[in-house]
């Protein structure tokens, strides 16, 4: 789930010289949201037969550390009659008859949080780690 955020570059500049540290403490909220979106789902998810609730997942974090800075949590079921987490357009019968997306309702639902706790962490961490003079 991208966040956008309005950032200064002089503070941008700042977080990207100890991007290992930034991710690290980014992890805890991106945590928290994901989990947050998969309990939303698990109200959406159909009980009954196929265990298709007893198959969720919540995987992170995967960094990466290239020039695209990113931390990353995933949450889904693995289970066929979940259908596709992302979001795309297919053809034939998945454009009559889609797959439920149990997922994209709870991350629109939790998308809100999600970007107040990251832009807290990020002031926070530039609070600590470049404090004012």
């Not at 500049?13 to 909220?29: I, T």
């Not at 947050?36 to 997942?57: C, K, Q, T, W």
Request: hydrophobic content about 40%; some cysteine; glycine content about 6%.
């Amino acid at each position: 789930m991208p966040v956008r955020l309005r950032v200064d570059v002089v503070r941008l500049e700042r977080l990207r010289r100890s991007p290992a540290k930034v991710l690290r403490a980014l992890d805890a909220p991106c945590r928290d949201i994901a989990r947050l979106a998969l309990d939303y789902s698990l109200f959406l998810v159909p009980v009954g037969e196929g265990h298709l609730r007893d198959s969720a997942f919540l995987s992170g974090p995967l960094h990466n550390l290239s020039q695209r800075l990113s931390t990353t949590w995933t949450a889904g079921y693995v289970h066929p009659a979940a259908g596709p987490i992302h979001e795309g357009w297919h053809w034939g019968a998945q454009l009559f008859n889609p797959p439920p997306h149990f997922l994209r309702k709870s991350f629109r639902r939790a998308r809100g949080s999600a970007r107040r706790r990251v832009a807290a962490v990020l002031k926070d961490f530039l609070a600590q780690r470049f404090p004012s003079h």
